[in-house]
């Protein structure tokens, strides 16, 4: 959205002091007060004889610190494909109906998206309970094992929602997550959850993390990783990175997208310092092949990219979120629980992919 200043303001006018006076934009003929000038379907700011495009405006704002903090880094040339999977045959569906589903939340100390997760849950009619993991002492990290792992044994999904978890300490994401669910009974329930009862699992940001590093995605089981296993690492740009990206459903294997089309292209807030995706490209042809990669992170004409306004972390192929061989799992790194009315109002696009809902008509 461009604007044009009204004929006859001075300088004075627009940068000068005016306390207590409010600026105002309005629909309409009307005008109240001073009309300081009206937007416009063209890139720039303009006054009198003067046109700055909004290009140049941007490069002028980002650019002042671009030395010391380094934002807009050079695009990488590297593997980069769109990926297109069509399911053929319906959706895998539970042996066991169930009308409202009972979705499990862990909390971890650091996680910090659990309300968020739990309202979009019950906005899609499902149950949402939280589980607190305590790790004060030995025996409290023992008692929330046992704890978590008996909630497991009602419960139809696990969400492991974003946050922080232990700091992200020592040296990387998600550690104590993944400790904990390798915990002898916690792993045996979320076994056979997933196997036995056909249950859903998802992780995002922090909780896409320990899925990795559990081998949940993109095995399927959790399993002992090593150097040629998948992971996520530190963006490219060194630090935090916290905006709305665009991403493109690139698989409908996954029930978590049954009300999603290939190639729809959905605007998601991410928030994280580690969401870099990285794999030899080798496997990543395999994952494509077999509809195992979700999601990637597109540019305005809907095309994976490496470039950072568009990738903020870097990750190879443009990956944002990758599944089990089977689709029940799924791990990605963009809030799509972030969802609700007012929210965005300024900016344009689609933002409810409808997981939640999908994963409540799942088990129905």
Not at 105 to 120: K, L, Q
Not at 334 to 356: C, I, Q, T, W
């Amino acid at each position: 959205i461009g604007f044009r200043y009204a004929s006859g303001l001075s300088a004075e006018d627009i940068f000068g002091g005016c306390c207590g006076c409010f600026i105002l934009e309005m629909t309409g003929t009307d005008v109240v007060g001073v009309e300081l000038g009206r937007t416009s379907d063209t890139p720039s700011i303009a006054r009198n004889d003067t046109v700055i495009p909004l290009c140049e405006l941007s490069k002028a704002y980002e650019g002042k610190l671009e030395s010391v903090y380094p934002c807009n880094l050079p695009t990488e040339e590297k593997f980069t494909v769109a990926f297109d999977y069509q399911r053929e045959g319906p959706l895998p569906s539970p042996r066991v109906a169930v009308a409202k589903p009972h979705a499990l939340i862990p909390v971890f100390p650091g996680t910090n998206c659990e309300y968020d997760t739990a309202r979009a849950l019950e906005a899609a009619g499902i149950e949402a309970e939280t589980f607190v993991v305590r790790n004060l002492t030995k025996s409290a990290i023992a008692d929330s094992v046992i704890g978590f792992s008996m909630q497991l044994q009602k419960a139809q999904m696990v969400v492991i929602p974003g946050g922080f978890s232990a700091g992200d300490e020592p040296d990387g994401s998600a550690k104590f997550i993944t400790s904990f669910f390798r915990a002898g009974a916690v792993r045996e329930g979320t076994e056979k959850l997933l196997s036995e009862r056909d249950g859903l699992m998802l992780g995002i940001c922090n909780g896409f993390q320990a899925l990795v590093k559990l081998g949940l995605v993109p095995t399927g089981h959790i399993t002992d990783t090593d150097e040629n296993s998948p992971t996520l690492s530190f963006n490219t740009i060194g630090r935090h990175q916290s905006k709305l990206v665009r991403t493109r459903v690139s698989s409908n294997l996954s029930p978590w997208f049954s009300k999603c089309e290939v190639g729809e292209v959905y605007t998601v807030p991410i928030s994280h310092g580690e969401g870099r995706f990285l794999a030899s490209e080798e496997l990543v042809r395999q994952l494509g092949a077999a509809g195992q990669i979700a999601t990637q992170y597109v540019d305005l004409e809907g095309v994976p990219t490496q470039d950072i306004t568009f990738n903020p972390n870097g990750s190879i192929c443009a990956i944002e979120g990758i599944t089990s061989p089977d689709g029940r799992i799924l791990g990605k790194m963009g809030h799509s629980e972030r969802v609700g009315a007012g929210l965005y109002k300024n900016v344009p696009g689609k933002y409810d992919m409808g997981l939640f809902a999908s994963a409540a008509e799942y088990f129905k």
